[in-house]
């Protein structure tokens, strides 16, 4: 199970608030391939067999189609299933029930459909074309589907205790890459914290940096060598997709005039394109500059090294990018 030792990891804060939940609230229970026995594809759910028991903790053959179908129903009938996909590039093969029936069904009857879907997503991990996908803008078009991108431990915590807790469906995208690489730096707090609000990390006065998940970590480091440059910029991570917290963006744009938006995931058609029409349709009169997006290339996510730095965006390119908006 997992402990909170004042330094807990993203990977953990996952864990926790999972485990609070379930303790708080008996109708939630997870379900996924390897959720128990093995104790989840990166260890997630370790030890939640045994504190739960089988009835709660689902393990599942390889049928996303099914397993997610079967949450549909299990929240019809008043439970609050978490459904766990190994990688979230499998999510693809439950595409029809996810929009078809969690994202819908509320609409068409009034009830409530109260499934949370935990994916690891995201490369650096030298894993390949099949496990490196970034699949938020699959889903961010759809009415009816919440989606949360935490970018720190903290975050990790309270954004997915308010998933669980929320009647709607939620896509809830973990970035493995950040799994055990960023450690909160003190106990994690519990408290939901509420889907929809976007949060100014780090304040500054030249331009502004809108991201999310793993560009946040990215964004402050790179922000924080810019200022030695006299270049301050301000790092705004948005933390939950859909609802987007767009007086939060329009705010520190209208103060900076300048913004670039970074994300992970391909350029053509990425999240990144709906922050940057958002902030030209609130901030037009205030930009000095043109919206500028930094993203990955419109490939398939390679496993070589060497590739794979080609195509998802690296500091020397986000670091130029900023630079070059900040002082045209």
Known sequence: M??????ATYLDAVGLALDAEMDRDPDVFIIGEDVGQFGGAFKVTKGFLEKFGARRVVDTPIAETGFTGLAA????VGLRPVVEFQFADFIS???DPIVNVLARHHWRTGDPMPVTMRAPFGGRLRAGP??????ESYFAHV???????PGTPEDAAGLLVSSIRDNNPTLYLENKYLYRRLRASGPISLDPIPLGVAKVVRPGTDVTLVTYSAGVHQGVEIADELDKDGISVEVVDVRTLVPLDVETIANSVRKTSRAVVLHEAAKRLGYGAEIAATIQEECFWHLDQPVVRIAARNTPTP???PLEDAVIPQPTEIAETLRKVARA
């Open 143 to 149: 009415p009816g589907i919440k989606i949360v991108m």
């Open 93 to 95: 093969c439950a595409f």
């Open 130 to 135: 099949t496990h490196s996908q970034s699949v």
């Open 73 to 76: 129903g299990a929240a019809l």
């Open 2 to 7: 997992p402990t909170d030792n004042g330094n």
């Open 303 to 305: 496993t070589s090294p």
